[in-house]
Structures are given as structure tokens and as C-alpha cells.
């Protein structure tokens, strides 16, 4: 099917009413379980070929976290579905009042290349339990996992449900020039401007998952070996190419020695020997120059080294850099933590309150006044108080950005609601009619709806 056979044949399958029941979502979420458990060697295998990522951090980051979104759907998927009765206004006498949720219906979810099982599959969940069709755009970039993807969904569902549409950047435009009644979008802000200024032409709602330059802040409290090896786990997964991944670092002027020293034992206890066989590479020659370029900046502290032929760069401490310059103004997306020293919380507070909202913000402290300050004071997507990416490894909590990091949210019933329309809906019985409503208007009428309505 070229891309706009593809949505017409979606949204002539939706009008059905096929996708609507519980009975069929439930079976569509345990039909994708089912097939993640059965293509799980498959999937690694292709991660390791487009990531060199190892099956326990593919289980880990990408087929685990959904397994858990799935159970976590099936389990509470009949109440969501649920009518949710509400009070109403004793103006309205006699009515009852409900929202009911519906699915949107043809649905294009875009994915990146970071994690291209975990964010294709989990937005699907959502999409799925909500009662959509969907069409799912993985990355180009990880060729294998998306021809697999293909694959696999291909095996599990008819294409007028849910199909996979393989296709590169450059060929995509005319994917996204459908009238979707959906478009969930993961990537950065300049493709998702372009996919909104599309999407606005059919008034097609838009989520978007972003990315920034998501900081972290170390003050004099810390527990700074749990810090700095917290922090260390969340720069070398996936290499750092994670959207949430820690940025760059403030640590206190009184614990910044102790905190370089804490995070390079860290990496020697991560990769003994300095044996990096079991990191992730960077994706692309193209990434990879651009991040190698970041190590020309301030002083390397730890590590520094890299192989062109493998797109290998070790994990990395960046001192001295000036608040210009690249690594504190773009997003790194690989293993380079910048160290910022500060005395002065405010002027850190300060600083980061001038950049975009970030998609994730760090904190590690045992001052619960420095914990309110600092939640009080910055804004953005979410975060942890002494940890670093685990926010989203839930489905209890949304998860999403704000202002430049992205628009909406999902996970667990975030996803169930941002793939649903809530409908307000009013009956009202007919054996009595409020008179007060209608003309001709009086004066008794008028003190009877002031009294019904104050």
C-alpha cells in the first residue's frame, strides 16, 4: 500500500466498530506480547547489528518496559474504558452526567532511532488499548530493527489494523500528508515543527516527544559516590543517545573532585579492565562526527578516546568548558558529561531557567530545602531527586516534555487518554422541563436562576 492507500484503508476498517470492543483490544495487547516474547532473539539480534546493544540492556530499555506497559494495560484496561459518571449542576435538574471515552481512529505514530523497539511499540500499546488503527514510521537509521518491526507486526496483525510504513526521512512527507485523526511524534523540535505545520492543514492532533539538554545538579549534601555512579549508568546507557539521558552536570565547588574521582570509578567498575565490548556504538557516521567534535572543548578529565572504525566513543568527563560553547549549548546525545562548577544555587537556577525547558531535570541532595527550591524554581518534563532516568520506567507516572521538550505525555493510563477522545455527555430525563430556560423572559425567573446558579 503506497501511504495514502494506507490510512483509507485504516480508517475504512475503524468505521467498522471492530477495533472498539474490550475483548478485541485485549486481544490485539496479549497478540503483541505474544510476539515481542517470540521475535525476542530476533530483536536482538538486530540491535545488536544497527546498536552493537546487548540483549540484557535490549530487555532492559526496550522488551521489558513494554512487556510491563502491556501487563499494565491488560490489567487496568476495562475500567479506563469505563463511562465516569459526574456530578452536575443543580441548574441542569433533572440530568446525569458522563464522560465516555472513544478512540481518535487512524493513528501515525513516529519513531526515532535511540530506542526503535521501546518508542514504536509502547505508544502502540496505548493506541491499541484506546481502540485505534495504527500506523507505526520507524527510524531509517536502525535499518535492521525497523525491517524487523515490519516483520513482526506484519505477522500479528492485518494491515488495515496496524501496519509498519518503512521509509526514510526524505519520503516521509507524504506519510505524514494524510488526514490522521492522530499523529504521536518522537524526535527533535525541527522535525516536529515541520510535522505540526503539516498536521495544522487537516486540524490533526499532534503529541511530541522532545529532547534538550536535560541538567543535573550535585549540591554539597549529596551522597556523592551514589551520585556520580547513578549518573555514570545514565551516560553510558545506550551510549547517552537517550532523550532523557543526563546532560551536563553542576556539582558543588566542595564536591567536585570527589565527585570526578567517584565517577570514574564508576566506569572502571561498569567495564572492568576497560573493556568496552558491551557498550552501545554511536548510530551513524554522521552522529558520531558530530559528538567526536565535542571532545575538542574544556579539558578531558576521563577518557577521550574513540574508534572511527567502530563508532566507539568512551565514556567521558569534560572540565573548563565555557558556557558558550557547544557541549553547555546543544543537546549531546553521547557518553560526554560536562562538569559545571558552582557555588552559588541561585546563579545555577538562574542559568538554567535561560535555556528551553528541559525533558528531564536531576537533582541529587538530602536537603529537602534545597528540594523544594530547586522543584519550585525550574521547569520541565519530569525528573528524579537522586536518580536519573527511572521517572519513566513506570507506567504509575506520565511521561512527557514541556515547551521546547515536547507536547503531551504517556505511559501507563497517560497513554490510554492521549489516544482517546473524552466525550462529555449529558442525558436529561423528560418528565420535567426547566421552564426558567426559555422565553419569554421574567423577573421571577430572573431571582430563580440567580438562587439556582450562584
Known amino acids: 500500500m503506497d501511504h495514502s492507500e494506507i490510512y483509507s484503508v485504516q480508517h475504512a476498517y475503524y468505521m467498522s466498530g471492530a477495533t472498539k470492543s474490550y475483548e478485541f483490544r485485549m486481544d490485539s495487547l496479549r497478540r503483541l506480547k505474544d510476539a515481542l516474547r517470540k521475535w525476542e532473539v530476533r530483536i536482538d539480534q538486530a540491535m545488536m547489528s544497527d546498536l552493537h546493544k546487548h540483549p540484557t540492556e535490549v530487555y532492559m530499555c526496550e522488551v521489558g518496559i513494554v512487556i510491563e506497559e502491556i501487563n ?25 452526567s458522563f464522560i465516555s471515552p472513544e478512540p481518535y481512529g487512524s493513528v501515525l505514530i513516529a519513531s526515532p532511532w535511540n530506542y526503535p523497539v521501546q518508542l514504536c511499540i509502547s505508544p502502540l500499546v496505548g493506541a491499541i488499548s484506546a481502540g485505534n488503527c495504527a500506523t507505526i514510521k520507524p527510524s531509517a537509521q536502525t535499518a535492521a530493527t525497523s525491517h524487523l518491526l515490519a516483520e513482526m507486526i506484519a505477522e500479528t496483525f492485518a494491515p488495515e489494523y496496524i501496519t509498519v510504513a518503512e521509509c526514510s526521512r526524505d519520503n516521509a512527507d507524504a506519510l505524514f500528508d494524510q488526514p490522521w485523526d492522530y499523529i504521536f ?59 532523557v539521558a543526563p546532560d551536563h552536570a553542576y556539582v558543588h565547588k566542595s564536591v567536585k573532585n570527589e565527585f570526578i574521582r567517584e565517577y570514574i570509578n564508576a566506569i572502571h567498575e561498569f567495564f572492568p579492565d576497560g573493556n568496552y565490548d ?42 573548563d568548558v565555557n558556557e558558550d560553547e557547544r557541549p553547555l549549548t546543544e543537546e549531546i546525545f553521547g557518553p560526554i558529561l560536562p562538569v559545571v562548577s558552582y557555588t552559588d544555587l541561585d546563579a545555577v537556577i538562574k542559568r538554567i531557567n535561560t535555556q528551553p525547558k528541559p525533558l528531564a531535570f536531576y537533582l541529587f541532595t538530602e536537603s529537602k530545602a534545597v528540594e523544594r527550591k530547586v522543584l519550585g524554581s525550574c521547569s ?60 419569554p423572559y421574567t423577573k421571577i425567573g430572573d431571582r430563580l436562576l440567580h438562587m439556582a446558579m450562584k
Open 278 to 319: 558491551d557498550m552501545v556504538r554511536i548510530v551513524s557516521q554522521r552522529h558520531y562526527d558530530r559528538v567526536k567534535g565535542l571532545l575538542s572543548y574544556g579539558r578531558i578529565a576521563f577518557g577521550g578516546t574513540y574508534d572511527d572504525n567502530t563508532l566507539f566513543i568512551e565514556p567521558t568527563l569534560l572540565t
Open 380 to 439: 520541565f518534563g519530569g525528573g528524579c531527586i537522586n536518580d536519573v532516568i527511572m521517572h519513566l520506567a513506570t507506567s504509575y507516572m506520565p511521561f512527557g516534555g514541556v515547551g521546547n521538550s515536547g507536547n503531551g505525555a504517556y505511559h501507563g493510563k497517560q497513554s490510554f487518554l492521549t489516544f482517546s477522545h473524552s466525550r462529555s455527555i449529558m442525558k436529561k430525563a423528560t418528565w420535567f422541563d426547566m421552564p426558567l430556560r426559555y422565553m
Open 72 to 96: 499494565y494495560h491488560m490489567k487496568h484496561l476495562k475500567k479506563w474504558m469505563a463511562d465516569k459518571y459526574v456530578p452536575t449542576p443543580l441548574a441542569q435538574f433533572r440530568s446525569t
Open 185 to 243: 511524534f518522537t524526535g527533535n523540535a525541527s522535525a516536529a515543527k515541520k510535522i505540526c505545520a503539516t498536521a495544522a492543514k487537516y486540524l490533526t492532533p499532534v503529541a511530541t516527544e522532545l529532547g534538550g539538554k536535560s541538567p543535573v545538579i550535585v549540591d554539597e549534601t549529596a551522597n556523592v559516590a551514589v551520585a556520580a555512579k547513578r549518573i555514570a549508568f545514565g551516560k553510558v546507557m545506550n551510549a547517552g543517545q537517550t532523550c
